[in-house]
């Protein structure tokens, strides 16, 4: 399943609310939807599974939303701490599968 | 607490193989999956495989068939990702991943990366 971002960028400033989208070639089965969040010289961190359910720890300002092959993840105020490179994956058929990511850098 | 301990960094030539460790503590070794995820420099996460550390049963992307092994020692509560036939795009980091018993959680603890640099 090829998992397609947008934009490649986002420039945005604090307290700015952030919309990533994923789509999927193909309906992903049980919800299987997962966003992760990666900042440089770091291993990526697990922010939402199920398609909107947050990951342990991770603020209520982040959300995920969809369903079939269309999904999204909102920011709803950007934090200082919150720019980095946010990746989409699947994880209901193997191979499971990334997408190429979205960078939310500060305008 | 939970975490994953990578092996440390190798420079390999071209053709040659690595091996790279993965030790899990604070949680029972056998209950959770290992997934092993490279990142070239610059480029997104690609998903190389997974390893049933409890059977030992493994499944890998058609790509890495026949190049990569995946095994564990359960002894040590430890996974290996071993690569051989290296390629310069093979440079990279490498991080393992745990995938919790539940199946609705992906990767929720990973490892801090290994580098691995062929030249």
């Known amino acids: 399943i090829v998992l397609t971002q947008s934009p490649g960028t986002l420039s945005l400033s604090p307290g700015e609310r952030a919309t990533l989208s994923c789509r999927a070639s193909?309906?992903?089965?049980?919800?299987?939807l997962a966003w992760y969040q990666q900042k440089p010289g770091q291993p990526p961190r697990l922010l939402i599974y199920?398609?909107?359910n947050r990951a342990t720890g991770v603020p209520d300002r982040f959300s995920g939303s969809g369903s079939g092959a269309d999904f999204t993840l909102t920011i709803s105020r950007l934090e200082p701490e919150d720019f980095a490179v946010f990746y989409c994956?699947?994880?209901?058929?193997?191979?499971?599968?990334f997408g190429q990511g979205t960078k939310v850098e500060i305008k | 607490q939970v975490q994953l301990v990578q092996s440390g960094a190798e420079v390999k030539n071209p053709g040659a193989s690595v091996k790279v460790s993965c030790k899990a503590s604070?949680?029972?070794?056998?209950?959770?999956?290992i997934h092993w995820v490279r990142q070239a420099p610059g480029q997104g996460l690609e998903s190389m495989g997974w390893?049933?550390?409890?059977?030992?049963?493994?499944y890998y992307p058609q790509r890495f068939q026949g190049r990569v092994t995946m095994t564990r020692d359960t002894s040590i509560g430890t996974a290996y990702m071993e690569l051989t036939g290296l390629r310069y795009d093979d440079t990279g980091v490498y991080f393992c991943?745990?995938?919790?018993?539940?199946?609705?959680?992906?990767?929720?603890?990973w490892g801090q990366g290994t580098s691995i640099t062929v030249s």
């Open positions: 604070g949680y029972t070794f056998t209950s959770s999956y």
């Open positions: 994956q699947q994880y209901g058929k193997a191979p499971w599968t």
């Open positions: 193909q309906t992903i089965s049980s919800s299987s």
């Open positions: 199920g398609v909107a």
């Open positions: 991943a745990r995938d919790p018993p539940s199946t609705a959680v992906p990767l929720d603890i």
């Open positions: 390893i049933n550390t409890n059977s030992g049963g493994t």
